[in-house]
């Protein structure tokens, strides 16, 4: 019986790190990749905290209070989504940046657009290109702030061939 429930607990255990939303910190080096499909799935699940701590100033003097979630993605003229949202947790505003990567991720760079919970990034805002999609809290909040967040896209942002062997 005891080795049934110890069996049982440490199953539990790795399946639930097996499907864990996030494997590690998503940062400006080594950022998460978003590629939702037509019908906008899968979203991002996830949370600010314990992210890239190291960012100062993610566009125009927008800065960023606490830890940030990075996620790279590319978006062509062939995209179907019009919109995405983001919907923020307790203890913080969430606020997003869309930052071009050519311009780099902690750079103060000129945003494309900017998005937060009544704001959406609008794909007639978005130019074809690769960016870096900066999800953290809005300049105002505390030192530190960070939380849940969730954005969804409601079309797919196709991703661009950036390489392609036949071996």
């Known amino acids: 019986m005891k080795r049934n429930l110890l069996s049982a607990t440490i199953g539990a255990a790795a399946l639930a790190t097996l499907f864990s939303v996030s494997a590690g910190a998503q940062t400006c080096a080594a950022p998460a990749s978003w590629t939702p499909d037509a019908a906008g799935n899968p979203p991002i699940n996830d949370t600010t905290c314990g ?3 190291g960012i100062t100033g993610t566009c125009q ?3 960023a209070p606490g830890a940030a979630y990075v996620a790279q ?4 003229a062939a995209g ?3 919109d995405v949202t983001f919907t923020g947790g307790a203890g913080y505003t969430i606020a997003a940046y869309l930052v071009p990567s050519a311009s780099g991720c902690n750079a103060n760079a000129a945003c494309t657009t ?3 919970g009544t704001t959406h990034m609008l794909h007639g805002d978005v130019p074809p290109g690769n960016y870096y999609l900066i999800i953290t809290g809005a300049d105002f909040d505390a ?3 960070c939380g849940t967040f969730t954005a969804s896209s409601n079309g797919t942002l196709p991703v661009t061939l950036q390489s392609f062997t036949v071996g």
Do not use: Q
């Open 114 to 116: 900017t998005g937060d």
């Open 61 to 63: 003097t927008f800065t």
């Open 80 to 82: 179907t989504f019009t």
């Open 51 to 53: 992210h890239e701590a």
């Open 73 to 76: 993605i590319n978006v062509t």
């Open 143 to 145: 030192p530190g702030a």
